[in-house]
């Protein structure tokens, strides 16, 4: 069975200090990969998705990057960390083999919080 | 662009009770829909995912609908309990990205 792994938990970092949340998915092969971010009493907001090893695409234009160095392993980073970037971190995969009835599936999620 | 609603944002309902949660959607070219349910401070897990060529999926006491043509879909609760309280979440899941409503938070009442 496919799992999702996600770590740390949980961190406090001040601000301007780096960012580096790492996501692990075993059981699967060529998944699409997604990171997204849940702030305090909001919906998910897609940050970054892939469809395979180096290939990111962004969806909000900010000062978190991601990268993909193997297929199953899903990076997000940030030289400088803002208070805003403080919430709920979530990974997510998706099986890219399937079409229609291909689930998202996601990862227990990292709390952040920028002092 | 596809956006997908969710009202209430909020409900509470005694135990035992059948609820409705629904699930709007602009663009009735939908790829898939996906019900999730989020608990505090965790992840979100999959209940039901309705194939665009469906109606409807079942899961226990859980079934959710899907009508394309109206932009609705919901997901019923039977015999609700304590337990089922969470937030709900609809996605429509896109060929690449999914977009997701901001959620009805649930509360089962005992």
């Known amino acids: 069975s496919q799992t999702i792994h996600q770590w740390p938990a949980t961190l406090v970092q001040p601000v301007g200090s780096p960012l580096s949340l790492e996501c692990t998915v075993e059981?699967?092969?060529?998944?699409?990969l997604y990171w997204y971010r849940q702030a305090a009493g909001r919906g998910l907001q897609l940050l970054f998705y892939?469809?395979?090893?180096?290939?990111i695409s962004s969806e909000v234009p900010q000062n978190l990057s991601a990268s993909r160095p193997q297929d199953r392993q899903f990076i997000l980073s940030s030289k400088k960390l803002l208070l805003s970037d403080s919430g709920f971190y979530l990974c997510?995969?998706?099986?890219?083999?399937?079409?229609?009835?291909?689930?998202?599936?996601f990862g227990p999620g990292t709390r952040l919080t920028v002092l | 662009k596809q956006e997908v609603t969710q009202i209430p944002a909020a409900l509470s309902v005694p135990e035992g009770e059948n609820l409705v949660l629904n699930c709007s959607f602009t663009?009735?070219?939908?790829?898939?829909l996906q019900w999730f349910r989020q608990d505090p401070g965790k992840g979100l897990t999959s209940l039901l995912l309705?194939?665009?060529?469906?109606r409807e999926q079942t899961s226990g006491r859980l079934n959710a609908s899907l009508d394309k043509s109206s932009g609705r879909s919901t997901l019923y609760i039977a015999a609700s309990q304590p337990g089922d309280s969470a937030t709900y979440l609809c996605?429509?899941?896109?060929?690449?990205?999914?977009?997701f409503g901001t959620g009805t938070r649930l509360k089962v009442l005992a």
């Open positions: 059981g699967t092969s060529n998944p699409n």
């Open positions: 996605a429509d899941s896109g060929t690449y990205k999914y977009i």
């Open positions: 892939s469809v395979g090893i180096g290939q």
């Open positions: 663009d009735s070219a939908i790829y898939n």
């Open positions: 997510a995969w998706r099986s890219r083999t399937s079409g229609s009835g291909d689930e998202q599936f």
């Open positions: 309705i194939q665009s060529s469906q």
